[in-house]
Structures are given as structure tokens and as C-alpha cells.
């Protein structure tokens, strides 16, 4: 099994940067890709950003696009996700997904292992 554990969520201003990172354990041979979602308040998880563990390919959301950077350090198992030019409404809770899947897929139903989250709260 593959545990996914989740860092760096904060309270930033709009406008502001924050990084977030993922850190994987176990059998993390078999994540192919991984992904961030997000969740606010009264809404449905939602895709933010993905990355194939080989050769790199990323998948990003269009509300994201130009802003967020997802990156992966094989070596050290993890996957960050730079948030530049952070609005109010990325406001969420921002889970870490893992699937054994080469397919970077936008929907939760793709992923079947996931963190616990990290608040992000942009304020304006």
C-alpha cells in the first residue's frame, strides 16, 4: 500500500505564493501518477493539477493554468505543487492522489489512494 501525507497548506494573501508537497511511502513503485485536487467549502473535489512519475508529463486544470506547477523528485518520492498568484477562490482543502495508472486522469474515480489534505486559505 501507498501512503500519501500532505504539507505546507497556510493562510496567504491574495496575490502571494505557497508550496505544497506530498510525500509518498510504501509501495510508491506503483504510483504512476499523481495528483492534486481540491475541495472548498459545499463543493465537489476538484482536479487541480497531475503528473506522470515517468517522463514527467503534467495535466493541469484551466483555472490553474499559468499559475500552479506541479513537480515530482522521484528520488525522494515526493510531488510538490508551486502556487503562484494565489486568488480567494483557491481557497480549499488540497489533497495529495496516487494511482498505478499511466493515465493522468481529472476525475477522483481515477485516483484510489489519497492523503488527508492541507488547508489553503487565500485571503483578500
Known amino acids: 500500500q501507498v501512503r500519501l501525507v500532505e504539507s505546507g497548506g497556510g493562510l496567504v494573501q491574495a496575490g502571494g505564493s505557497l508550496r505544497l508537497s506530498c510525500a509518498a511511502s510504501?509501495?510508491?513503485?506503483?504510483?504512476?501518477?499523481m495528483a492534486w485536487f481540491r475541495q472548498a467549502p459545499g463543493k465537489e473535489r476538484a482536479f487541480v493539477a497531475a503528473?506522470?512519475?515517468?517522463?514527467?508529463?503534467?495535466g493541469y486544470a484551466d483555472s490553474v493554468k499559468g499559475r500552479f506547477t506541479i513537480s515530482g523528485d522521484n528520488a525522494k518520492n515526493t510531488v510538490n505543487l508551486q502556487m503562484n498568484s494565489l486568488k480567494p477562490e483557491d481557497t480549499a482543502v488540497y489533497y495529495c492522489a496516487a494511482t498505478n495508472s499511466y493515465f493522468i486522469g481529472t476525475s477522483t474515480t481515477d485516483y484510489d489512494t489519497w492523503g488527508q489534505g492541507t488547508q489553503v486559505t487565500v485571503s483578500s
Open positions: 503528473i506522470r512519475r515517468s517522463g514527467g508529463r503534467t
Open positions: 510504501g509501495r510508491t513503485f506503483s504510483s504512476y501518477t
